[in-house]
Structures are given as structure tokens and as C-alpha cells.
């Protein structure tokens, strides 16, 4: 009886077991997403640092160039940590490079303009708006058949860059559904972290649809 009393309570554990194991990985997955996010958000801003340090006038060309930092005097002003070099939802960890044109922003810009009210946010600066007038004169002058083209096309896969590239942002390699929002989007390989059209926003993250952004203090 003894046995038999040991094992029904085996059965309940187990069955309770898997009743949670969903909402563990779901939190588990969340979890990740927030790492990759924050970390993501810290090489956009050493990204914005890297071009106004330079006065626009070069993009990194690979994430060892942004954590050997900037030149300050006889030594180096770190502008990027370690371990936010590394993406955890990549397999390898790496981040994929983002390069300054159309093909690469235009659909994160769209996803942007579209989540702000259909208002596209200024730079930061206009150093860096050299990088984004193609984007924003492409967005212009799109058509409705242009941008359902644009988002399938996005949808089929990406170039990927992830050293010796000119960049002005970054993204993961995954192209799992996400359980995040990021500026309204739920994908993870279209979150692309990048410091334009940000204004004076920060990130975006909710874990459900759209609504417009809060600006932080």
C-alpha cells in the first residue's frame, strides 16, 4: 500500500510537472528576450557614440571595433560591455550587422513609422541624418503594393553580415516569433537596434499589440 500511495504521489507530481512546464519556458523565453533587447539597446547607443565621436563621417565595421572603444588621450573610453557583444538568442551569439540602406531599415523604419502613429521619429542628431534620408525618402514614395512587398520580402530572410561590413545597427539571427513586442513587432529577426529614428524614445517593449511609445525622462 505503501508503494502504491508513493507512486499516485509520483503521478500528481508529474502530472503538475507538466501542466507548468509551458508557462516555465514561456518565462524562460521572455526572459531571454528582455537580455537580448537590453543588450541590443546598449550597442545601438555605442553605436551613436562611435558616429558622433567621428562626426558621421565612418560606421563601425564589426562589434570588436565597438568594444575596443574610442581614443581619449593616451588610452581607450570603453563604449560597449563585453557580454552585451554577445546576443542569447543567436546560436552562435553573434549579432547580424545592419547596414545603411533601404533594403536593410526600410522595413524596421516602416514597422517604426506605422507603431509611432505614422510618424517616423527624428535622429538623435543630424549627424545621423545622412544615413537616414534614403530610408526616409524611400518610405515617401512607397506605395501600399511596395510595402506588403517590402514586409514578405523581409519575411523570406536577410543578408547575413556579422564582421567586416559598415553598420548602423544590429539584430539577432533568430527568426522565431517572439513572445515580446518590440516597437509592435514579435519577431526577433526584424527587431533591429540601431540609434536612428529614435528621438527622444526609448525602446518600446510590450509583450501584446501596438500602442505609442512613452518617452523616458
Known sequence: ???????AVMVVFAIGLLAVAPSIHQQIQREKELESIRRGEEVAQAIRQFVEFYRGARLPTSIDELLEGLPQGTKKRQILRASAAIDPLSEDGRWRLIKADV??????????????????????????????IVVVRSLNTETESDIEGEDEEADDGFDMFTDNTPFIGVASQSKSKSILAYYGIENHSKWVFTPLFRGTSGASIIPGRQRPPTNRP
Open 103 to 132: 533594403t536593410s531599415l526600410g522595413p524596421f523604419a516602416r514597422r517604426v513609422q506605422n507603431y509611432n502613429g505614422g510618424v517616423l521619429p527624428p535622429n538623435p542628431s543630424n549627424i545621423f541624418d545622412r544615413y537616414a
Open 1 to 7: 500500500m505503501t508503494l502504491f500511495a508513493v507512486m
